[in-house]
């Protein structure tokens, strides 16, 4: 039974609501600047008819009372009305007339959960669906069909006749939102719950604590909230540049337990279900903060107040460890009516363990195997802990290293794999693998604000794979759906929270409702046209793409060059200059391809400009004539390229130096094998065999720095510490060979090396 009310009692009052729309003016309106219907996420099945409805003065609202939250959704629909378009007078009837109506009843027939159809006529709406999740989608659905409809001037408004029938791919349709790095206040979360709402999104995952800030309040341990809760400082400038600098800036915030309340009570309207996450046994310095004796050490540990991963984790050997644990996971339990607690488990260093006598002792006594059986043990217990409150546990994919718990669902977040192996396993999965929905990454490559790395533009979010073919197929229901992630490192203000979640939020959203049958990007971009304006009349700040069709650099070998620029938004203008002059609306408009001759260096601008008014950030291209490089005269090599390895503290290329500790051949560009973790440079020296003379584009992907010359000049430039990023440059070869060398840093964490190119006769490849 998924209602979540009794069912219709005979002779029960039945409650009418009366939509009255005052407005002004006479005629209706349509939603012609925009493909129609444009819904985001996209319905299983969508007909479209003749015809529209007029949604006006005097239309009835009638819910079924059998859904328990006819009300709450009346009041919601109501809401949005006088919020768009104009005042809004409820008034209960006892007889509904037969036109003129928006009828929703309640069919125990539809009996997929969150399922609902929605038939809208000239005579009026027909929503029906089998529980309040699927009323509520429907008339989320119709609130889309109705918006944007230009303006609120009008009498009435022309919603589109259409039948829709409709339910979700997934049951777990997630977001995730990093509120430890940076505190955002209840407010903001409400207005995030809207908008997942909008997007037919039912899990808020919040993530409430970790190193550099604890963010709930617990009645046990006071000094979370007055201690944990708060830094000195905070790092600027990204966590990879050396030697870190703080702003000296005492920073912090929490939520009480009646902010708690409110933001669960806030998305249960929206049929949100709230995943409290409570990290442990890593991620926890700003908890030590508060309670040293919980460290292995037993005593202080040295605030976090920078990004990564803190070697100070909970010691998993002292009972006081696990009596806090419990104490916190006991009111947490209390607070959120979710089955779900997501108790962290990734990026725990077993160092402190290792020297711990306490944690050393407990591995003995348990005959563990190692730290991360000792991992194991302690999610076990809160695992069984969390059981005698109701509670099921969800982890990072870590937990599944050292034995999974027997009931604990994965979050895969490493990649596919986690979530493969779990769901094989027979564990619930929620796929969240980085490089697809991380929405801390970038979202493109120019004029993005500081991000913490990787690159995952809008189509590489709407690409996931949810489902990978690995998954038995008796497995398959075990991958229960997918989320968003969104870390807060480099994120410290709301406008720009929504910004790196707007639009990609609406990506992943659809791939999580959508029948995949249907995912089309091209058609989702075209729709999304319409959704944007959904999001200026909220007030959500999103990503504007400024126009692509050319790099910051460009090398032009004849008299000219075509530039063909595109945005992916039909709906929108794209204006430019060549004159150097900032780009605005009143800019030469773009209509079709340009042809640039640059005598000298020409710069080409660029900017997309909506039908709201907003601007994307200008795009800036030079473009430059450049002679072709002759080729060498060498003809016949061995296969691959010669390296030597250089053991050392580099912070760049042009550092590495000395003797090399081995040296050897490899057959592309990569780290060859049996190479230390950390602090080595590797130099790498080969030709490349240009097939026409042109312009060729190399692309590195590393994580330190690289520097990439053809024929003896700099071509890729990516010589710094950073995450795994990529970078690119441009060269104009004749046709033969090329020499080519490779200059690459790895200092800490983790390390990565690939090259790739393409050109005339070269398809981009490794
Ligand atoms: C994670 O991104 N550390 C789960
Ligand atoms: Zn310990």
Redesign the pocket.
């Known amino acids: 039974m998924k209602i979540n009310t009794t069912m219709p009692i005979a002779g029960a009052a039945i409650i009418f609501h009366i939509v009255t729309v005052f407005v002004s003016c006479s005629q209706g309106v349509r939603q012609t600047d925009y493909e129609p219907l444009s819904l985001i996420p996209a319905p299983a099945s969508v007909e479209v008819a003749e015809g529209e409805f007029l949604l006006k003065s005097g239309t009835v609202l009638f819910i079924d009372p059998a859904f328990g939250s006819a009300g709450e959704v009346a009041g919601m629909f109501n809401g949005f009305l006088e919020n768009h378009y104009g005042k809004i007078s409820v008034t209960e009837q006892q007889t509904p007339g037969n036109d003129n109506i928006i009828r929703a009843k309640y069919d125990s027939l539809i009996d997929n959960a969150e399922a609902y159809t929605l038939e809208i006529s000239p005579d009026g709406i027909a929503i029906a669906a089998g529980d309040d999740a699927g009323l509520f989608y429907a008339f989320q659905t119709l609130m889309q069909l109705i918006f944007p409809s230009q303006n609120a001037e009008k009498r009435a408004i022309a919603v589109p006749c259409v039948r829709i029938s409709d339910s979700p791919q997934y049951r777990w349709r997630g977001m995730h939102l990093d509120v430890s790095r940076h505190f955002f206040p209840k407010e903001f979360i409400f207005k995030m719950l809207d908008a997942m709402a909008m997007h037919k999104l039912n899990t808020f995952h919040w993530h409430l604590t970790d190193d550099q800030g604890w963010r709930i309040e617990i009645e046990k341990y006071p000094e979370l909230a007055t201690v944990a809760a708060w830094r000195d400082e905070t790092l600027i400038g990204h966590g990879s540049e050396t030697p870190w600098v703080y702003d000296g800036t005492r920073y912090g915030g929490y939520y009480t337990k009646q902010d708690v309340r409110d933001v669960v009570e806030y998305a249960r309207k929206l049929h949100i279900n709230v995943l409290p996450e409570i990290e442990m046994p890593g991620h926890a310095v700003a908890a030590l903060q508060a309670y040293p004796q919980l460290s292995c050490s037993g005593g202080k540990v040295p605030p976090f107040n920078r990004w990564g991963v803190s070697e100070d984790v909970f010691c998993a050997g002292k009972d006081e460890t696990y009596a806090f644990l419990e104490g916190v996971l006991s009111e947490v339990a209390d607070l959120f009516p979710y089955e779900y607690i997501h108790i962290g488990g990734?990026?725990c260093p077993k160092v402190r363990w290792e020297q711990c006598p306490d944690c050393q002792k407990r591995i003995a006594d348990n005959n563990l195997k190692d730290e991360h059986e000792l991992q194991s043990y302690l999610v076990k217990r809160m695992e069984a802990f969390l059981a005698t409150k109701g509670k099921k546990i969800i982890g990072?994919d870590e937990i599944l290293e050292g034995g999974i718990a027997d009931n604990a669902a994965v979050m895969s977040?490493r990649g596919h794999s986690g979530g493969i192996q779990a769901a094989n396993m027979g564990h619930d999965v929620v796929m969240t693998p980085?490089s697809f929905v991380y929405l801390d990454y970038y979202q493109s490559k120019y004029n993005e604000p500081l991000s913490i790395g990787g690159m995952l533009p809008l189509e590489k979010v709407y690409s996931i794979d949810i489902m990978p073919p690995e998954i038995a197929e008796d497995k398959r229901h075990h991958i229960i759906g997918a989320q968003t992630?969104l870390?807060t490192e480099y994120i410290g203000d709301e406008k720009h929270v929504e910004y790196m979640a707007f639009p990609r939020l609406a990506a992943l959203a659809e791939a999580l409702w959508t029948p995949r049958a249907r995912l089309d990007y091209d058609d989702f971009a075209r729709r999304m046209s319409a959704h944007y304006a959904r999001y200026d009349a909220m007030d959500l700040n999103y990503r504007v793409p400024y126009p692509s069709g050319y790099e910051a650099i460009n090398l032009v070998t004849e008299g000219s060059v075509t530039v063909e620029l595109s945005n992916g938004i039909p709906a929108s203008s794209i204006y430019y200059t060549t004159d150097g002059s900032e780009p605005d609306g009143k800019a030469e408009l773009y209509t079709g391809p340009l042809t640039l001759e640059p005598e000298a260096d020409l710069i080409l601008k660029s900017v997309t400009v909506m039908p709201g008014g907003r601007s994307s950030a200008v795009m800036t291209g030079l473009f430059r004539k450049a002679e072709l490089k002759e080729a060498s005269p060498v003809e016949s090599l061995n296969q691959g390229l010669r390296f030597t390895l250089h053991r050392g503290e580099f912070n760049s290329v042009a550092d590495i130096s000395g003797d090399a500790d081995t040296a050897g051949t490899v057959t592309t560009v990569r780290i060859p094998g049996g190479v230390p973790a950390e602090n080595f440079g590797l130099l790498m020296e080969g030709y490349i065999m240009v097939p026409a003379d042109g312009i060729y584009s190399f692309f590195t992907g590393s994580d330190d720095g690289v520097r990439i010359y053809i024929d003896g000049e700099l071509v890729v430039d990516g010589d710094e510490l950073h995450h795994g990023i990529t970078n690119e440059g441009r060269v104009a070869l004749k046709t033969g060979m090329h020499r080519i060398t490779v200059r690459y840093f790895q200092r800490l964490y983790r390390q990565s090396l690939s090259l790739s190119w393409e050109g005339p006769g070269v398809a981009r490849q490794m």
């Open positions: 990734d990026e990072w977040w980085h992630n870390w």
